[in-house]
């Protein structure tokens, strides 16, 4: 069976970095940190207080408030990114697609965490003296799968429908199932991303507990800072990401724009420790390897890879030891760097914004930065001889981006871009 050939034509983005996928790409490029104090709620006794936010959303702007009564924070987000990618993609321009053929898949590393937050403290709370009452809404507003099922029903899809939950490699997940469906001729087109709204008291106060986070509160803007030795956890981010991905004949025959090819994908697991990678990658590896045979490319077509780079002690290391490994001496002609410096870790959402910056980078090719490096902050376990694209975004060709998500559990999702070639 020949596989069709997929093809990225629509891009939708709420980020903590802005709320449309121009601002926040703009942004990147200009090393823009997204980071500031906690304003979802009072964080002061928290051990970390601060986080990368998306700014000035109000749901009233796009949701009426009986809607809004149904969606957790993280579903509005997922459909707000949703609507900017399909209306980029064109999918609603009359006869431009059979809905029967086209699907969501949406992800989330945790879905609904505020709504389970409030219905179970106020279960605890008033829980002795009125019984159980919770809110209708309560179920379909906290499972991880609702997103994929409002934007369905909102545009009247009928493709393949569910949401993909393997932490913070979820929307990676999502965006290589996609692919592999239409590849495989089972869908036309497919929207496709991940969302996360956990910035509330249970979703820092678990991860302080764990003590994943960075707890640089006198700075803010600078406390995420991958490969940088004075790392001392990631910072929690917000927001959305979605594309959309389509059968190349399917989007010339209408004239779509195509952003990018998709060239292959590659999954892994670690088998090793609950949150922490392989000390030596071996996951990472895999995942790259698995996803350059896929792709039937070799590591030297490669230009950019957008890394995981949560800065965190362990992850940073084990993820440079896997580059290493994988693209030996082209590992230096490569342009390497984490918008987690500027984004902080959006969790199921990362890899479907990582996505995106990485389309964006093939298409203006130009690599975003990774910010906040010192360099007298050198980690003596990091080869400072890659290019970190430290400091200042860089202009190069990319022919090729390959994007890295891993996450707790030990689940790795790489994911390849190529520029589009007829």
Known sequence: MELKRVVVTGLGALSPL???????WDNAKQGKSGAG??????????????????KDFNPNDHFDRKKQRQLDLYAQYAIVAARQAVEDAGLEKEGAVDKNRVGVIVAAGIGGLHTFEEEAGYFAINGAEMGPKYNPFFIPKM?????????????GYHGPNFGTVSACASSNNAIIDAFNL???????????????????????????????L????????????????????????????????????HALARGAKIYAEVAGGGLS??????????????????????????????????????????STPVGDISEVKAILEVFGDHAYKLNISSTKSMTGHLLG???????????????????????????????????????????????????AALSNSFGFGGHNATVIFKKFEK
């Open 18 to 24: 802005g709320n449309d996928v121009a601002t926040t």
């Open 349 to 399: 959402a990362t890899g479907a914004l990582e996505a995106m910056f990485s389309i964006k980078a093939i298409e203006e090719d130009i690599v975003p930065p990774t910010i906040n490096h010192d360099p007298e902050d050198l980690d003596e376990n990091i080869d400072y001889n890659l290019n970190f694209t430290f400091d200042r975004a860089q202009n190069r060709p990319v022919r």
């Open 143 to 155: 499972i991880a799968d609702i997103a994929s099922g409002h934007i369905s029903m909102e545009y």
């Open 37 to 54: 104090p906690i304003t979802h709620f009072d964080a002061s006794k928290f051990k970390t207080q601060f986080a990368c936010e998306v």
């Open 182 to 212: 239409i590849r495989l001729g089972k869908a036309d087109a497919i929207v496709t991303g991940g969302a996360e709204a956990a910035i509330f008291p249970a979703g820092v106060g678990g991860f302080n507990s764990m003590h994943a």
């Open 269 to 310: 697991a670690d088998a090793y420790h609950l949150t922490a990678t392989h000390p030596e990658g071996l996951g990472a590896i895999l995942a790259m390897t698995n996803a350059l045979e896929d792709a039937e490319m070799k590591p030297e077509d490669i230009d950019y890879i957008n890394v995981h780079g949560t």
């Open 214 to 249: 960075s707890t640089r509160n006198d700075s803010p803007e600078t406390a995420s800072r991958p490969f940088s030795k004075s790392r001392d956890g990631f910072v929690m981010g917000e927001g959305a990401a979605v594309l959309v991905l389509e059968e190349l004949e």
